[in-house]
């Protein structure tokens, strides 16, 4: 385990293997942050240090943890928010709080003259 931890390709799955400790709860790596954040023994004080992290993903795991308190919950997601489409579903799954716009409805049935005209329009 040791060889594994401190290599920085497979660092981050290591720490699935291993207490989590202040060293990896302060690596540089975000993603063996995020998987010290993850990891079930985490104790109340290293899920903490990690709910102060610089990043939004080391952060968004300690809220998805069922452990954490409501009230460091709440004040965690106010600090997820982001613009960016893509990394606000990604972070709402992870929490299991995203939900799925609504289904479209069906386009209108056309009839084989209307689809021929529309085809035709479209130089198809």
């Given at each position: 385990?040791?060889?594994?931890?401190?290599?920085?390709?497979?660092?981050?799955?290591?720490?699935?293997?291993?207490?989590?400790?202040?060293?990896?709860?302060?690596?540089?790596?975000?993603?063996?942050?995020?998987?010290?954040?993850?990891?079930?023994?985490?104790?109340?004080?290293?899920?903490?240090?990690?709910?102060?992290?610089?990043?939004?993903?080391?952060?968004?795991?300690?809220a998805a943890?069922?452990?954490?308190?409501?009230?460091?919950?709440?004040?965690?997601?106010?600090?997820?928010a982001t613009?960016?489409?893509?990394?606000?579903?990604?972070?709402?799954?992870?929490?299991?709080?995203?939900?799925?716009?609504?289904?479209?409805?069906?386009?209108?049935?056309?009839?084989?003259?209307?689809?021929?005209?529309?085809?035709?329009?479209?130089?198809?």
């Amino acid at each position: 385990m040791p060889v594994l931890l401190a290599d920085p390709e497979t660092r981050a799955i290591a720490v699935r293997y291993v207490d989590p400790s202040p060293e990896l709860a302060r690596d540089p790596d975000s993603g063996v942050r995020e998987a010290v954040a993850a990891h079930p023994n985490l104790s109340a004080e290293l899920r903490d240090v990690l709910a102060a992290d610089v990043d939004v993903f080391v952060r968004n795991k300690i809220a998805a943890r069922p452990d954490t308190p409501s009230a460091l919950r709440e004040s965690l997601v106010a600090t997820l928010a982001t613009d960016d489409p893509l990394t606000e579903w990604v972070l709402s799954s992870q929490r299991n709080t995203h939900t799925c716009p609504p289904q479209a409805s069906a386009p209108p049935r056309l009839t084989r003259k209307q689809a021929e005209d529309l085809l035709a329009r479209a130089g198809l």
